[in-house]
């Protein structure tokens, strides 16, 4: 059974919507901006087929915990941070 990323999205005239993205339809995704070990700034979650979004705060928290959960995530840490 598939899963799905409810991502909330805004349109070019300024209308809100969502749009839900199949978890299977993720390639990878990138952390940015995480200031502390349990903090994430925005991650950008990029699909097979070329498209990416951004999400942060609470959606940001939620789509990488479904990523994690359903797929195998390993990530890389600077080798400076240690």
Known sequence: MSEFIEV???RE???EGL???NIDAVS???VQGAQEV???GT???HLVDGYW???TGAKADEALGLVKSRM???FRTDPGGN
Do not use: A, Q
């Open 13 to 15: 005239d300024g209308s």
């Open 43 to 45: 991650i950008v979650i």
């Open 72 to 74: 195998c995530v390993h």
């Open 19 to 21: 749009r839900y993205v």
């Open 38 to 40: 349990n903090k994430i």
């Open 53 to 55: 979004f951004t999400l």
């Open 28 to 30: 990878y995704v990138e």
């Open 8 to 10: 909330p999205v805004e």
